[in-house]
């Protein structure tokens, strides 16, 4: 596959901004391939190679790319202004839904993106209890502010970039997925917990789903102990259901927060949650919150016409859709007899190699990378883009075809042949 376009823009970019690329995600050695266009399921860079795109975007593109019902959407606020720095209809319209299908929003508000969200969603959470410490699943990528950019390797509590002081994550306490016992012995201890804040599903150390009854007994400690419970749903929102996790597994956490497929492929972000935490938000209440693009009119005509596509239909489509990839790599495994396994949610899902359980950060750090690089590479060779980490999870979309279904299936299980 010839990308030598790839390679010149790649250099070019070099010169102008640090690795070439706007976010660090989309780098990988020698060069990231560049993008040209996208349509459906399918994009194609700037040689002209065509993939199967299962990387969506990192989640945005719900109903692939170039969906009609979005560009015409799109078009026709564009002809009526792109920003008023003044309240518009389409945002309004955009917040109805989001209180509409999201079991916890009573109201929300919206931001430019899931990064926003969550920085103001903790900040809110402190204003509404008074008190000081934010809870952190170790692995959950809630975006890069400071407060949240920590992990927890080898047991100690480490930022997970240069340039945040120590005071900067000193409220911040990590314990692991699928742990309640920790989270239990936590609140045991420590009296100025505000907020517990985690993806219920965590899409950012590959997939991980929740044991029997965690997010149950998660919902009961908090409630128990006077702890605001976050869903960080910038994933999972109207992914896994309409409702998200949340509705998925009838677990309402007292604030979400909101961001990829509700910008319908435009940058976007919310935060939702009841009433009287919600209304100490500023003008009215105390804790600021803005934004000169947040309610951005384009941004929410494109999130509308996405929500509005997503029927019931759709989404048991979407679910059946990963059922039969999943089955496809299971069976592969167990014939060829490699250590490895799958987890899933509904359009989303990730291989891990060398593990045959992965339940939260400790496992999936473990995981075989080198195995899943060559994986990376193999399918790219194939005309299939994935995530280039295995940190991260491929997405389905409802563009996606049963024939690239079987490409995919076919192409993975060649991989998992070869290494066998
Ligand atoms: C992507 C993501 C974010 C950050 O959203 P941005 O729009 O990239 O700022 C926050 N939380 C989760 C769970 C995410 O996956």
């Known amino acids: 596959m010839a990308t030598i376009n790839s390679q010149n823009l790649y250099s070019e970019a070099c010169k102008l901004t640090p690795s070439g690329v706007s976010s660090p995600v989309r ?5 990231p391939i560049f993008a040209n266009s996208g349509s459906g399921c399918v994009i194609v860079d700037a040689d002209g190679n065509k993939y199967i795109d299962m990387c969506m975007a990192y989640g945005p593109l719900i109903l692939g790319h170039c969906n009609h019902s979005v560009i015409s959407a799109v078009k026709k606020q564009m002809l009526n202004g792109t ?19 999201v079991p916890c929003a009573d109201m929300a ?6 990064t926003e969200a969550t920085m103001h969603a903790i900040r ?10 934010i809870v952190k699943i170790d692995g959950c990528f809630h975006g890069s502010h400071n407060a949240l950019m920590v992990n927890k390797t080898c047991d100690k509590k480490k930022a997970f970039s240069d340039g945040i002081p120590y005071e900067e994550i000193s409220n911040t306490e990590i314990i692991r997925y699928n742990d309640i016992d920790a989270m239990t012995k936590l609140f045991e201890t420590n009296t100025d917990i505000a907020a517990v804040i985690m993806e219920p599903i965590p899409g950012n150390m590959g997939v991980i789903t ?10 009961k400690v908090t409630r128990e102990n006077d702890v605001l419970l976050i ?26 927060t909101l961001g990829k497929i509700i910008g319908g492929g435009y940058p976007a972000g919310a935060l939702a949650g009841k009433t009287d935490i919600m209304e100490k938000l500023a003008p009215s209440g105390p804790v600021y919150e803005a934004g000169t693009f947040s309610g951005n009119p384009i941004t929410a005509v494109a999130g509308l016409a996405t929500i509005k596509e997503l029927t019931q239909n759709r989404y048991k489509k979407l679910e059946r859709k990963t059922k039969v990839i999943v089955k496809s790599i299971e069976d592969n495994i167990e014939d060829s007899k490699i250590v490895a396994t799958v987890n899933s949610a509904p359009s989303m899902f990730q291989i891990f190699f060398g593990k045959r359980n ?15 690089e060559s994986m990376f590479r193999y399918m790219l060779g194939n005309g299939l883009y994935l995530p280039p980490s295995k ?24 991989f998992i042949g070869k290494i066998a």
């Not at 929740?210 to 919902?219: F, H, M, T």
């Not at 109207?238 to 979400?256: F, I, N």
């Not at 940190?391 to 995919?408: G, N, P, Q, R």
Request: with cysteine; hydrophobic share 35%; net charge negative.
């Open 358 to 372: 992965v339940s939260d950060a400790y496992d999936a750090r473990e995981a075989d990378g080198r195995t899943f």
């Open 27 to 31: 780098a990988f050695s020698p060069y």
């Open 391 to 414: 940190m991260e999870t491929m997405f389905l979309s409802t563009a996606h075809t049963y024939e690239a279904v079987d490409k995919f299936c076919e192409s993975m299980s060649d």
């Open 124 to 133: 809110l959470a402190r204003g509404f209890t008074g008190k000081k410490i």
């Open 109 to 114: 508000r919206l931001t430019n993106s899931g």
């Open 231 to 256: 869903f960080d749903e910038v994933i999972t929102g109207y992914r896994v259901s309409k409702g998200g996790a949340q509705q998925l597994y009838g677990v309402t956490p007292d604030l979400c």
């Open 210 to 219: 929740p044991w029997k009854g965690y997010l149950d007994q998660v919902r």
């Open 83 to 101: 920003v008023f720095g003044m309240p518009s209809e389409p945002e309004i319209e955009l917040l109805k839904k989001i209180c509409e299908d």
